[in-house]
């Protein structure tokens, strides 16, 4: 069972919220029909798990983007999956005053999606390649522990939201 909270808007660092610029984000929860969700191995961090994610680009909304990263990092068409929900925005600062295309932080959407393809159909070797593994767990066996510090205000929001776990 999911259970779903629609928040107006979340920032792990208000004291710097207006003060910075956030890349508009979007990423995504596949959940299959047994509510394993799936996750990923970043390509040159073994050990960093996550959820696909990628910006928004000019002009495109953030279902186009959800439906763009999915098929970009995970090979996988619209037909695979049914949007369930939809969150945000949740909002993080990269850590060591890093930046991303002149962007401090990312402000993310989450979707929510069930996948109701073969496991076969989630194929990490395409053109743009962001993970070296992937597979599925319960969102109970998410380990924060995998996730750099910045990420972790944000990925226990979004637990508590999608799945009313606490992490």
Known sequence: MVVVFFLSEYRNDMSKATSIRYRPNVAGILQDAEGRILIGERMGAAGAWQFPQGGINPGESREEAFFREMEEELGLHC?????????????????????????????????????????????????????????????????????????????????????????
């Open 79 to 167: 037909g695979d999956y049914q949007i369930v929900a939809c969150n945000g925005p949740y909002r993080y600062v990269f850590d060591k005053g890093r930046t991303k295309q002149g962007y401090r932080g990312q402000e993310q959407t989450y979707f929510l999606a069930r996948f109701v393809a073969p496991a076969e159909r989630v194929n990490i070797a395409t053109n743009h390649q962001e993970f070296r593994k992937v597979r599925w767990i319960f969102p109970h066996e998410f380990k924060m522990a995998w996730l750099p510090d910045f990420k972790k205000a944000v990925y226990r929001k979004v637990f508590m939201d999608f799945f009313a776990l606490l992490k």
